[in-house]
């Protein structure tokens, strides 16, 4: 059916002026998208501005695949600022683009993305606050006014100077080959660009490579991209391969990292001054972050003689910082932890200057552990400190909470014993308060007083309890406020004869073995001594060595601020013998220089804690 004249008429008129809108608008669309004129006229204006030449070949825009408004400056080449490093531009490129988002963020304008390539750009920061790349106003010493969200290089040289950090950056991005053996993490995920970096920050030379996917994000995208690469520090290399995310403000990683090396003095910048003494490290596991938590999943770390495996985190989430750890070891030395914490035996030489100067104000021990709250679970199968050789294992949970450390679970091995039991400090009140109560089971005598001489080994089976309170913040104020009480008890054990003879005074066996060599081992049943604790001050209150043929108790005190005894010993031979002396032993002085003298008889004690340890 054909369409009446009239409606014919009027669709032909229309075609006619959608034509001529198309010619008219189309031109228009091309000449506000690539206007010949505004890249003179863009270069002009910013070269008067800046105070230096300023030179785009074109510009143009438009919306990128993604709908976003995109500008894109071609032929850039922009010389540096007039107080900066004249021998190099601030940038020079054959196309530069940039995506913006259709909305401001915190009052700044948002590059979603930042696309560069084929040249060089470098920026530098002032310590006073002024940036190479502001061209409109270079005094302008304000905060930022844009937000780059993520950077898509192509074949460029990046560097970055910051003053006020001291930091220095050079990188160069280069297309990584094809026939490269991994072009690929071991998660699938493909792998475009080579950065090459080095540089120094705070003094800290570094240097490395980094493999990575078509872009690098930086401010809260939300977008991972993969990341193979290393960095080397002066003794430490950092390896990590897997995937991150916005790497300035919303960081996330997901990566199986490595440290390595043989010192830590490099780091300085990042975990404060180390010793400059060596020490082989090797730690590996899965390192996760997610903005202010960082975690070390599965861990097994080597330091010296020591090894370590677990779980560590760290996190920022709440009001105060927390850490969490569950650690298990097969052998920890406890020099190789200090080394870890800076404490090695070589000590910066700034650091000791500054602890041994007289002028300088005292240094609160604990000032950090009341600033965070902690979580860790630790088990040494063989724990080794070099001053108590005594020592063989330890194993603890200790909880921070407000400034209130708690030890729960607490074993620790010594002498073939166990001591276990609880221990916590309040780190709330000024002095720090702590109070502690100990079992002991277990433990060797002939391991506390070991001796390659047979005829003179006191043997035995140690037990004992304890339960004190001290307040201070360093060992000497703990000392001298010690407080409660302590118990012990030696079963199943033997003495030496001529010993046992000298305790109970008794002449005659004292002949009888320097004549007849003899020094055989004596059974001793039972040992126990009693104390109470304050004042600085260990008054025994009962002290009591049973043997098979002497029975000899006392009392006395000991000056725990400097260790030296004052004690009376009363001796009571089981059987008679020749030549028995009816005295008391006066023990006096420090030991082992200890004064001996025998006074006036002092009645025995009548009971002991062996009595009634007896069936």
């Given at each position: 059916?054909?369409?009446?004249?009239?409606?014919?008429?009027?669709?032909?008129?229309?075609?006619?002026?959608?034509?001529?809108?198309?010619?008219?608008?189309?031109?228009?669309?091309?000449?506000?998208?690539?206007?010949?004129?505004?890249?003179?006229?863009?270069?002009?204006?910013?070269?008067?501005?800046?105070?230096?030449?300023?030179?785009?070949?074109?510009?143009?825009?438009?919306?990128?695949?993604?709908?976003?408004?995109?500008?894109?400056?071609?032929?850039?080449?922009?010389?540096?600022?007039?107080?900066?490093?004249?021998?190099?531009?601030?940038?020079?490129?054959?196309?530069?683009?940039?995506?913006?988002?259709?909305?401001?963020?915190?009052?700044?304008?948002?590059?979603?993305?930042?696309?560069?390539?084929?040249?060089?750009?470098?920026?530098?920061?002032?310590?006073?606050?002024?940036?190479?790349?502001?061209?409109?106003?270079?005094?302008?010493?304000?905060?930022?006014?844009?937000?780059?969200?993520?950077?898509?290089?192509?074949?460029?040289?990046?560097?970055?100077?910051?003053?006020?950090?001291?930091?220095?950056?050079?990188?160069?991005?280069?297309?990584?080959?094809?026939?490269?053996?991994?072009?690929?993490?071991?998660?699938?995920?493909?792998?475009?660009?080579?950065?090459?970096?080095?540089?120094?920050?705070?003094?800290?030379?570094?240097?490395?490579?980094?493999?990575?996917?078509?872009?690098?994000?930086?401010?809260?995208?939300?977008?991972?991209?993969?990341?193979?690469?290393?960095?080397?520090?002066?003794?430490?290399?950092?390896?990590?391969?897997?995937?991150?995310?916005?790497?300035?403000?919303?960081?996330?990683?997901?990566?199986?990292?490595?440290?390595?090396?043989?010192?830590?003095?490099?780091?300085?910048?990042?975990?404060?001054?180390r010793p400059a003494e060596q020490r082989v490290f090797r730690a590996a596991g899965r390192l996760l972050v997610d903005e202010a938590?960082?975690?070390?999943?599965?861990?097994?770390?080597?330091?010296?003689?020591?090894?370590?495996?677990?779980?560590?985190?760290?996190?920022?989430?709440?009001?105060?910082?927390?850490?969490?750890?569950?650690?298990?070891?097969?052998?920890?030395?406890?020099?190789?932890?200090?080394?870890?914490?800076?404490?090695?035996?070589?000590?910066?030489?700034?650091?000791?200057?500054?602890?041994?100067?007289?002028?300088?104000?005292?240094?609160?021990?604990?000032?950090?552990?009341?600033?965070?709250?902690?979580?860790?679970?630790?088990?040494?199968?063989?724990?080794?400190?070099?001053?108590?050789?005594?020592?063989?294992?330890?194993?603890?949970?200790?909880?921070?909470?407000?400034?209130?450390?708690?030890?729960?679970?607490?074993?620790?091995?010594?002498?073939?014993?166990?001591?276990?039991?609880?221990?916590?400090?309040?780190?709330?009140?000024?002095?720090?308060?702590?109070?502690?109560?100990?079992?002991?089971?277990?433990?060797?005598?002939?391991?506390?007083?070991?001796?390659?001489?047979?005829?003179?080994?006191?043997?035995?089976?140690?037990?004992?309890?304890?339960?004190?309170?001290?307040?201070?913040?360093?060992?000497?104020?703990?000392?001298?406020?010690?407080?409660?009480?302590?118990?012990?008890?030696?079963?199943?054990?033997?003495?030496?004869?001529?010993?046992?003879?000298?305790?109970?005074?008794?002449?005659?066996?004292?002949?009888?073995?320097?004549?007849?060599?003899?020094?055989?081992?004596?059974?001793?049943?039972?040992?126990?001594?009693?104390?109470?604790?304050?004042?600085?001050?260990?008054?025994?209150?009962?002290?009591?060595?049973?043997?098979?043929?002497?029975?000899?108790?006392?009392?006395?005190?000991?000056?725990?601020?400097?260790?030296?005894?004052?004690?009376?010993?009363?001796?009571?031979?089981?059987?008679?013998?020749?030549?028995?002396?009816?005295?008391?032993?006066?023990?006096?002085?420090?030991?082992?220089?200890?004064?001996?003298?025998?006074?006036?008889?002092?009645?025995?004690?009548?009971?002991?804690?062996?009595?009634?340890?007896?069936?």
């Open positions: 059916m054909t369409p009446p004249p009239r409606r014919r008429a009027r669709g032909i008129r229309l075609a006619v002026v959608l034509a001529l809108i198309a010619l008219l608008v189309l031109p228009l669309a091309a000449l506000l998208s690539h206007p010949w004129w505004l890249a003179g006229r863009l270069s002009s204006y910013l070269s008067e501005t800046s105070g230096r030449e300023v030179r785009f070949d074109k510009v143009r825009f438009g919306l990128s695949d993604t709908l976003a408004p995109e500008a894109t400056f071609e032929g850039v080449r922009i010389a540096n600022a007039p107080w900066a490093d004249a021998s190099r531009p601030f940038a020079v490129l054959r196309q530069a683009s940039f995506q913006f988002a259709w909305h401001r963020y915190e009052g700044r304008w948002l590059v979603t993305r930042m696309i560069l390539s084929d040249g060089e750009v470098h920026l530098h920061r002032q310590a006073d606050g002024r940036r190479n790349w502001r061209l409109r106003d270079p005094e302008d010493r304000g905060p930022g006014h844009f937000w780059f969200q993520a950077l898509e290089p192509h074949r460029i040289a990046l560097s970055f100077v910051h003053d006020a950090v001291a930091l220095e950056l050079r990188s160069r991005a280069s297309d990584l080959a094809t026939e490269t053996s991994k072009p690929s993490t071991s998660d699938g995920n493909a792998l475009v660009n080579r950065i090459d970096f080095d540089g120094r920050w705070r003094g800290m030379a570094f240097a490395g490579r980094a493999d990575t996917g078509p872009e690098i994000t930086f401010f809260e995208s939300g977008r991972w991209f993969p990341l193979r690469g290393e960095a080397r520090f002066a003794g430490t290399r950092l390896e990590a391969e897997g995937r991150v995310a916005d790497l300035f403000r919303g960081l996330r990683i997901d990566a199986a990292a490595t440290a390595s090396g043989n010192s830590l003095a490099g780091l300085r910048p990042l975990i404060g001054p938590v960082y975690a070390l999943k599965a861990v097994r770390a080597k330091v010296g003689g020591t090894d370590l495996a677990g779980d560590l985190a760290w996190s920022r989430r709440e009001e105060r910082p927390v850490v969490s750890a569950a650690l298990t070891s097969d052998t920890v030395d406890l020099a190789d932890l200090l080394w870890l914490a800076g404490k090695g035996a070589s000590a910066p030489a700034a650091q000791s200057s500054a602890a041994a100067s007289a002028s300088a104000p005292p240094r609160d021990a604990f000032a950090r552990a009341r600033e965070v709250d902690a979580d860790v679970a630790f088990q040494a199968k063989r724990f080794r400190v070099a001053a108590v050789p005594l020592l063989q294992s330890l194993r603890l949970r200790g909880r921070l909470a407000d400034g209130r450390l708690a030890l729960s679970d607490l074993d620790i091995g010594w002498g073939g014993g166990h001591s276990t039991g609880t221990a916590a400090l309040d780190l709330r009140a000024q002095p720090p308060r702590s109070e502690a109560q100990l079992e002991t089971r277990g433990v060797r005598l002939e391991a506390l007083f070991p001796t390659s001489d047979a005829s003179h080994r006191v043997t035995g089976t140690l037990r004992g309890k304890g339960a004190l309170k001290a307040v201070g913040d360093d060992v000497q104020a703990l000392r001298a406020s010690l407080s409660g009480s302590v118990s012990a008890q030696v079963s199943a054990g033997t003495i030496p004869s001529l010993l046992d003879a000298q305790m109970s005074l008794a002449v005659g066996k004292m002949l009888k073995s320097f004549i007849g060599g003899g020094n055989e081992p004596l059974p001793l049943p039972c040992a126990a001594v009693h104390a109470e604790l304050g004042g600085g001050l260990a008054r025994i209150r009962s002290l009591v060595v049973d043997s098979a043929n002497t029975r000899t108790t006392g009392s006395g005190v000991v000056d725990l601020r400097d260790g030296s005894i004052d004690m009376m010993l009363t001796p009571e031979p089981k059987r008679p013998g020749l030549l028995e002396l009816k005295k008391s032993i006066r023990l006096s002085g420090k030991p082992p220089n200890l004064d001996k003298s025998l006074v006036e008889r002092l009645e025995p004690l009548k009971t002991t804690d062996c009595d009634s340890a007896r069936p």
